[in-house]
């Protein structure tokens, strides 16, 4: 097929769709042979299948697109459980003269050629396939006109795969696929848990291939840098408020977007579009404007969220007079200030911390009653309520400690998989709301439970230290890559930031003589080793080292932890590099839902050598109670385990 020619036959001709189609078919259903009444596009979003397209059998999984022509016969034949597919129809009018469609078609360069292509970015053509069937579900007049732009955005995105590499290569990187959803959904209330989810992968695991990546950066960041610039455009070209900015550009909250717009830009939103707007409309403007250097300014292809209407000559305004409004909201806002300064220190509007000082007052309704008390932690020294009452909590280990410690927090970081949680610890911190996935947490949800503390970790959370500390004072130490020294410390800190520094002191006392107790009942003359298959190299494990909690907690124990390193928590090592160390004993971490290690490897010989395994002294172990569930609780429910273990 001679794509240019193809490409200019679409440019020549009148589209009009006739009918959007979703359908599922289950496994073993048979499926009778049907003619297409006219030129159609298939696309599978779930399930294995040999669809059929006259004489031509196209293998599919999800997201497949196959294209046929008015009168092909198609057959489906389901090849798993279920198979959801969307087909479209359309007819197509070629608009230019006889001779000139005598010349195409002669050459076979027909709208109706039969092909099939795996999308480079398939979540975006799906979300545009489910905008289409959605407008053409409630066709109206002004619906009619978004269906036919949503179907020539879909053709759009085919004829540029086409023409880039004839359907040959293979499935865009997930780095580029969720870059291009940024930036066609910034302007919504989208989450990297979100983001994560539509793309089918972990935050945790999306985050790792974004540092990995050109990017260098979390998608978090990126995110947050793109509707910065976003909004940088809108402040210099439209007379929209900071609010109707705000929204824009995804924040529903215009004091907030105001925090991050200074954080990033180094001028508030206000003075930025003032001293912009002079070099903009200055006679001596040279060409160093460009402020907007994260991505090419051509991002949309079709749209921009209307903000082309939004002029600064006054331009069509649906909604609302802008500068109208503006003067409104300026005029309830000092209203509010001046209500504020008069009211009792109940109020619950939110104080602003000045620099990195980090002693604002909490959001909560509860912030500014009592006094305070200073924590010291990884980042600093921040003031925190005496008594809090609201508490967010950003890490499971901190988590099962605050739980513990008979507070309950209004908000954490559960992954979506509370599961993991012991479950004594989830019974009682029952009613929690979640904030998403502990690498990142949904800061849009954080704010509106108006919280008056935020515990969060080192690793995880230092790049969005300052973002949490305007909603929240924060106080951070370190879980995710702790040792058992660092979790004691900090156990005692979070007691004090509780007020509950007696009944920390308890649970520590507690502990040390439940560990007496276990140093008694084991053989410490063995070594140890905790190993966790790769996910990413079949044959390779993540050993911890000695750094890591629960194997500094096994060296506590007075065991022989076989690898040391002084600052990494976790190596990457081989089965011939484990061979080389040959612990006594293995402890495998496993999750839930995880196939065997031991099964998995029982055909590889350099594994059977291993000590460890001859002795059947290889265990495989819950990774959350061995690996997620850093806390000094969580040690009370491994005691026992490692008695029986270690005999």
């Not at 508490?391 to 507070?407: H, K, P, R, Y």
Request: charged share 20%; glycine share 4%.
């Amino acid at each position: 097929m001679n794509i240019d020619q193809y490409i200019k036959l679409w440019n020549q001709a009148s589209i009009h769709v006739l009918d959007v189609q979703h359908h599922f078919i289950p496994y073993e259903q048979y499926v009778s042979p049907y003619p297409l009444p006219e030129n159609g596009f298939l696309y599978t979003v779930r399930g294995h299948a040999l669809i059929h397209v006259d004489h031509t059998a196209y293998p599919t999984e999800r997201f497949h697109m196959i294209h046929s022509g008015k009168g092909s016969i198609l057959q489906i034949e389901v090849l798993d459980e279920l198979l959801e597919y969307y087909l479209v129809l359309y007819r197509p009018q070629l608009l230019i003269s006889n001779s000139n469609v005598y010349a195409l078609t002669d050459h076979h360069y027909v709208l109706d050629t039969s092909y099939a292509l795996k999308p480079h970015h398939p979540v975006i053509v799906h979300d545009k396939i489910k905008q289409l069937q959605q407008a053409w579900m409630h066709i109206h007049p002004l619906q009619e006109f978004q269906v036919r732009s949503s179907f020539m955005q879909i053709v759009y995105d085919i004829l540029e795969q086409l023409q880039t590499d004839q359907a040959q290569n293979p499935t865009t990187d997930l780095v580029t696929q969720a870059i291009r959803y940024i930036h066609e959904h910034y302007e919504l209330p989208l989450t990297i848990d979100l983001l994560a989810a539509t793309l089918e992968c972990s935050p945790r695991h999306l985050a790792r291939l974004f540092r990995n990546s050109d990017i260098g950066q979390s998608p978090s960041d990126y995110l947050i840098r793109f509707r910065i610039q976003k909004a940088s455009e809108l402040l210099i070209h439209t007379e929209l408020t900071l609010q109707d900015i705000a929204m824009n550009v995804g924040y529903q909250d215009g004091y907030y977007f105001s925090r991050m717009f200074k954080k990033y830009k180094g001028l508030s939103p206000i003075r930025y579009r003032q001293e912009r707007r002079q070099q903009l409309w200055s006679p001596n403007m040279t060409s160093t404007m460009s402020d907007f250097s994260i991505v090419g300014s051509d991002v949309h292809r079709y749209s921009d969220n209307d903000s082309q209407n939004h002029t600064l000559s006054g331009g069509t305004f649906i909604m609302h007079n802008p500068i109208r409004r503006s003067a409104v909201l300026m005029l309830l806002l000092s209203f509010t200030l001046l209500l504020g300064a008069c009211s009792t220190p109940t109020s619950s509007m939110t104080p602003i911390s000045e620099g990195n000082s980090n002693k604002q007052s909490a959001s909560g309704d509860n912030a500014t009653q009592g006094s305070t008390r200073t924590i010291t932690h990884d980042l600093g020294s921040t003031e925190v309520p005496a008594e809090p009452k609201r508490i967010i909590v950003l890490e499971q280990g901190f988590t099962q400690t605050v739980a513990e410690l008979d507070v309950k927090p209004v908000g954490v970081a559960d992954d979506d998989k509370p599961e993991r949680f012991p479950q004594d610890t989830l019974a009682y911190i029952e009613g929690y709301t979640s904030v998403g996935a502990r690498s990142e947490p949904n800061l849009e949800v954080m704010r509106t439970l108006k919280p008056d503390l935020i515990i969060a970790d080192t690793s995880r959370h230092s790049n969005v230290y300052e973002e949490l500390s305007a909603i929240a004072p924060t106080i951070v130490f370190k879980n995710d890559t702790a040792n058992y020294k660092d979790i004691m410390a900090s156990t005692r800190a979070i007691g004090e930031a509780l007020g509950k520094s007696e009944e920390t002191t308890a649970m520590l006392e507690n502990h040390q003589q439940q560990l007496a107790k276990l140093k008694q009942s084991i053989n410490s003359n063995q070594s140890v080793l905790i190993i966790a298959a790769d996910e990413e190299a079949s044959q390779s494990f993540q050993v911890r080292t000695d750094q890591a909690f629960h194997s500094s907690f096994l060296q506590a124990v007075g065991l022989n932890y076989a690898l040391s390193d002084t600052e990494e928590v976790s190596q990457l090592m081989t089965t011939e590099q484990l061979l080389a160390i040959d612990p006594d004993q293995l402890l495998i971490l496993i999750n839930e839902d995880d196939p065997s290690v031991l099964a998995g490897q029982k055909d590889n010989l350099l594994w059977n050598q291993l000590k460890a395994v001859q002795t059947i002294k290889a265990h495989e172990v819950e990774l959350a109670k061995w690996s997620r569930q850093r806390s000094i609780p969580a040690l009370t429910h491994i005691m026992s385990e490692a008695t029986t273990y270690f005999q």
